[in-house]
């Protein structure tokens, strides 16, 4: 039988149903397990724990798929697991996404629908764009179903469409190589055109951030929407727009979208026509949609020294902290952002901010935006906790999977008039 067997009184987490395990949790290998193929987690005294993917060149070395002593691992096991993960997501704010495929176009029809170990597949990464399917494998159990989970994939949606996004840094802890293109059918164009929320989104799979777009902070731009209008928004790290279009479709008086990537901004005028919202190149005063193309740290300084204010601040930079090691410098680079930004804002405006960093709990990035407000010299209260979209789900057993939190502060205005000009 094939097995790891773990070192006495390493069972713990396994007990709680955290589904992963170490490498130093095990004691010993039984039998010569293929990278990605199923082994049997013992106790040292024998007895089973968990059935869960091999993976030899991970820290992380095996990942669960059951814990349940009777259920095989087959191409039915992810049949079942998959289908049920596509059902959740039935019935939360998606229901359309899915029920009218192909008929006109449902407000949201971009969703993630596998969202891997905190909807118990490890590694597994299913995101639909439209009638595309774009897929990530990111450990090694993963990757040994791919073909089974491709052609389950097309059985369980009815797509036809499966675009290979394997391209992410986690692969190579795997000892996996990046691999990106066509998994399953005929797709030419890697530009996909998709709704969310009613508005329209241009969306390079090929090419793009993740699988091409962040789906998980969908309702959160919604709500940055419905806190637009009629304030003058600064969109910081707008990669194609997401934010920008929406704050222009609720009402904002102006927004002016900043990212270092050429590519992110142009795409982001694109979404702005594609959703017939004003924009221009040269904007005089009073044009809605302005690009500017820069590092937010270099701009938000610049926008400082030269007294220019906003009423609607969306900070969503990238991971600063990936893991808990990068926590200190992370910090630092959050801290000073929402410092600038607490100085930028008018009295009684508003900074939605972000942080995606699994590294940093919500706890910590709350106390950074306290003393980011503390040092800007303003009073300011949380009038909003935000998180990921509920189809990034959080399964308790896994923590891990809470990465992205977000604030909605609102400066006050008091303390602000005496100590700023
Ligand atoms: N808010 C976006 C997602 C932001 S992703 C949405 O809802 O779709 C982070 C973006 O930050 C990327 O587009 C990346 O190009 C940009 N970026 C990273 N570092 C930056 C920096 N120092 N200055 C400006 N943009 C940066």
């Known amino acids: 039988m094939l097995a790891l067997v773990l070192k006495p009184g390493r069972e713990k987490s396994l007990l709680r149903r955290h589904p992963w395990i170490f490498s130093g949790a095990i004691g010993r290998v039984d039998g010569n397990p293929d990278s990605g193929g199923t082994v049997d987690l013992l106790s040292s005294k024998g007895d089973f724990l968990a059935r869960a993917a091999y993976s030899p060149q991970s820290q992380i070395r095996a990942r669960v798929w059951t814990f349940d002593p009777v259920e095989a691992v087959d191409a039915d096991f992810f049949r079942q697991h998959i289908q049920r993960s596509i059902q959740t997501r039935v019935g939360a704010d998606l229901v359309s996404a899915l029920a009218r495929a192909g008929t006109s176009p449902a407000p949201t029809d971009a969703c993630r629908l596998v969202h891997a170990e905190s909807d118990g597949l490890p590694g597994l990464i299913v995101d639909r764009y439209a009638g595309t399917l774009v897929v990530q494998f990111l450990a090694a159990g993963a990757e040994y179903w791919r073909d089974t989970i491709a052609d389950l994939l097309l059985e369980l949606t009815g797509l036809k469409d499966i675009y290979e996004r394997s ?19 005929a797709l030419h164009e890697t530009q996909i055109t998709i709704h969310e929320n009613g508005l329209e989104f241009l969306v390079n799979i090929a090419t793009g951030h993740k699988t091409g777009f962040y789906l998980d902070q969908r309702q959160n731009r919604l709500r940055a929407r419905q806190l637009a209008e009629g304030r003058e928004v600064l969109d910081c790290f707008c990669y194609t727009g997401g934010f920008t279009v929406n704050a222009l479709a609720g009402g904002a008086k102006s927004v002016l979208s900043v990212d270092s990537s050429a590519d992110a901004l142009a795409l982001c005028r694109e979404n702005v026509s594609l959703n017939a919202l004003p924009s221009t190149p040269h904007p005089p005063p009073s044009t809605l949609h302005t690009n500017l193309e820069g590092d937010v740290f270099q701009i938000l300084r610049k926008f400082r020294d030269e007294g220019h204010q906003f009423d609607l601040i969306i900070l969503d930079p ?6 808990a090691a990068q926590a200190e410098k992370a910090a630092r680079g959050y801290k000073d952002i929402n410092l600038l930004a607490f100085k930028l804002l008018r009295p009684d405006g508003i900074l939605v901010t972000f942080s995606c960093s699994g590294g940093l709990d919500a706890a910590l990035f709350q106390k950074i935006v306290a003393s980011a407000a503390l040092d ?28 992205l939190k977000g604030l909605v502060c609102r400066k006050n205005s008091s303390r602000e008039n005496e100590t700023c000009h």
């Open 167 to 185: 391209d992410a840094d986690v692969r190579e802890l795997e000892g996996l190589l990046p691999r990106v293109g066509l998994l399953r059918g």
């Open 318 to 323: 990238p991971k600063f902290a990936p893991t």
């Open 376 to 403: 800007a010299g303003v009073e300011a209260q949380i009038i909003e906790h935000l998180s990921q979209s509920p189809d990034h789900p959080v399964a308790l057993n896994f923590p891990e999977g809470a990465y």
